[in-house]
């Protein structure tokens, strides 16, 4: 547990960091790091590094992707993800005997998966020039405080296994204390901002309820789709990057469902008003 919590106090330094500059290039970056290492994960558990041009493909597009999101046009987005596309297809041509059909469709699945979705971030900061940051953190918080909040509820209070064949310790009680927990939290989150740090803002506090259950909701879809491919795979963690929790898509994971989603809400509609 002390290894799990300094652990946990290390990314935390890191992540405030990257929010603190992340107007600058610092958070392409690490998103685009973050995502190179995701890939290699995944392409080590399914057992897809053998195709090496395709990890190379892989690699460069999950690299590039974020700062094109960043930096670049939308002319530019389609013809570089156009491109990996088709250069990780053609790549299977020289390992389709080393490689199934199966494991390479998901070899070129999982760089585009990962980084779209990782670069959502980068695409939440721009949505504002002066919240960006703050929905940056909300968006993490919402992921893993749902994850924090549901196993100490299921760890006190659950009785019945939410998906035992996928997740043996996740419980109905934990999910349920996560979501409630979760939209509670968003409400406390803003409520704090507008009140000391954005004294000329609003906010929703009934959307921001629903929003965070949401989240949660969400975050735990992504968590148990990670945990199914590890099983599959037979594997226990994905890595040890994260000395206590594993590598990067088991903590992670929640992520990659959670930022797109409050990407594509807050172009919607606006959070602080």
């Given amino acids: 547990m002390l290894t799990r919590i300094i652990s946990s106090l290390v990314g935390i330094v890191i992540g405030v960091t990257v929010i603190w500059f992340a107007d600058t290039a610092v958070l392409p970056a690490a998103v685009a790091l973050l995502t190179m290492l995701g890939v290699f994960e995944l392409y080590r558990a399914a057992g897809c590094l053998e195709n090496k041009i395709m990890t190379a493909l892989a ?26 596309v088709m250069g990780m297809f053609a790549s299977y041509m020289p390992y389709h005997k080393k490689i199934s059909y199966e494991k390479h469709a998901f070899g070129v699945l999982v760089p585009l998966l990962l980084s779209m979705s990782m670069s959502s971030i980068c695409r939440l900061n721009a949505l504002t020039e002066r919240h960006g940051g703050v929905l940056i953190l909300l ?33 109905v009680e934990g999910f349920i204390g996560g979501v409630v ?18 004294k000329d803002c609003g906010v929703n506090y009934i959307s921001s309820f629903f929003l965070g259950m949401i989240c949660a909701a969400l975050g735990t ?44 809400y807050l172009s919607v509609i606006n959070m602080y008003i």
């Fill in 59 to 84: 690699m460069v597009f999950s690299g590039a992707y974020p700062f094109i999101t960043v930096y670049g046009s939308s002319r530019i987005n389609t013809l570089v993800t156009t491109a990996a």
């Fill in 139 to 171: 968006t993490l918080c919402g992921a893993w405080i749902a994850d924090t909040a549901a196993y100490f509820t299921g760890t006190f209070l659950g009785k019945h296994k939410l998906c035992p064949e996928i997740s043996p310790k996740k419980t």
């Fill in 181 to 198: 927990f979760d939209g509670l939290f968003f409400i406390l989150f803003n409520f704090i901002y507008v009140s000391f740090f954005a």
């Fill in 221 to 264: 879809v992504g968590d148990l789709t990670a945990s199914l491919i590890k099983r599959q795979c037979g594997i226990k963690d994905y890595g040890k990057i994260m000395p206590g929790h594993g590598g990067f898509m088991d903590r992670f994971d929640s992520v990659l469902f959670v930022a797109p989603f409050m990407y594509a």
